[in-house]
């Protein structure tokens, strides 16, 4: 049973190019967890999703950044117009459910680095 | 913000147990403990959570003092592999809207040969 897989492991984008970072959950999980990490720092949520459905964007910046988790396939954070401050390493969990006697499963996480 | 305060280092001599304390003096009825660990560059490792008993898992143990508004977690022979930044985290089991983990800055445990 494969964990939370997360790709690329690395990304390298140029100033305002477009940044998309996969997230497969572990199977039989239907919500999805985006984290981020800046240099030095902890964890931030940034968005939670179930199947189709954004459930909680609390922490995502409100422009450049969107998430989405369709019927099929990963759950996808775009980042638009990446700026050097957008380099930081990206975290996805996955959770068979929402409620709080259930772990978080994470992945390896995505590394950015905007140049 | 974090709802609970942890040391920011520890050191433990390898073979020893580790005992990480957390204060989470605001927790409130409906809130379980959780402690995930994340070693260096890695994502976070999901280690034991508790409600109200202390709990006992393969990896650790957690004790929660019985007015919960603390709770230590126990490495009973720490290796090496065992030093990484461990974090204590509060959230509520009725799930629902915002349902993230909110990470403090955590324990940086260190173990020594």
């Known amino acids: 049973n494969a964990g939370v897989m997360q790709n690329p492991r690395h990304l390298v984008r140029r100033r305002g190019q477009e940044a998309r970072l996969r997230c497969s959950p572990m199977?039989?999980?239907?919500?999805v967890y985006w984290y981020r990490q800046l240099p030095e720092e902890g964890l931030k949520f940034m968005v939670y999703?179930?199947?189709?459905?954004?459930?909680?964007e609390s922490g995502m910046p409100k422009e450049r950044f969107s998430a989405e988790f369709p019927k099929e396939g990963p759950s996808i954070l775009r980042i638009q117009q990446v700026v050097r401050g957008d380099s930081a390493a990206y975290f996805c969990?996955?959770?068979?459910?929402?409620?709080?006697?259930?772990?978080?499963?994470f992945g390896s996480g995505t590394r950015l680095t905007v140049v | 913000d974090a709802k609970t305060t942890q040391p920011p280092s520890m050191d433990c001599a390898e073979g020893r147990a580790a005992n990480l304390p957390c204060n989470h003096s605001?927790?409130?009825?409906?809130?379980?403990v959780y402690w995930y660990r994340q070693i260096h560059s890695q994502g976070p490792q999901y280690i034991i959570h508790?409600?109200?008993n202390n709990e006992t898992n393969e990896m650790a143990s957690l004790i929660i003092t019985e007015d919960r508004k603390s709770s230590t977690l126990i490495l009973p022979h720490a290796t090496l592999r065992d030093t990484a930044v461990y974090y204590c985290?509060?959230?509520?089991?009725?799930?629902?809207?915002?349902?993230?983990?909110?990470f403090g800055k955590g324990t940086h445990l260190i173990i020594q040969p």
């Open positions: 969990a996955s959770s068979q459910a929402p409620q709080a006697n259930y772990g978080y499963t």
């Open positions: 199977k039989g999980h239907s919500h």
């Open positions: 999703l179930q199947k189709e459905n954004i459930i909680d």
């Open positions: 605001t927790i409130s009825g409906n809130e379980y």
């Open positions: 508790g409600l109200k």
């Open positions: 985290i509060v959230r509520d089991y009725s799930g629902g809207g915002a349902d993230g983990l909110t």
